[in-house]
C-alpha cells in the first residue's frame, strides 16, 4: 500500500513543478507563488520517493 501511495505523492509533485514551469513560461517571469509551488512539488515528490522506497 505504501507503494501506491507514494507513487500517487510523486505524480502530484511532478504535476505541480509542471504547472509552476508552465505558469512561468506562459507569464515570462516566476513569482514567489510559483516559487512556493517550486519547492513544495519538489518536496512532495522526494516524500513520495521515501515513502515509496519505505520497506515494511
Do not use: N, P, W
Not at 504547472?19 to 519538489?42: M, N, P, R, V, W
Amino acid at each position: 500500500m505504501s507503494f501506491y501511495i507514494g507513487l500517487g505523492l510523486q505524480l502530484m509533485g511532478f504535476a505541480s513543478v509542471g504547472i509552476c514551469l508552465f505558469a512561468g513560461l506562459s507569464k515570462g517571469d516566476y513569482g514567489t507563488i510559483e516559487l512556493y509551488q517550486f519547492i513544495g512539488g519538489s518536496a512532495v515528490f522526494y516524500i513520495g520517493a521515501v515513502v515509496k522506497g519505505a520497506k515494511r
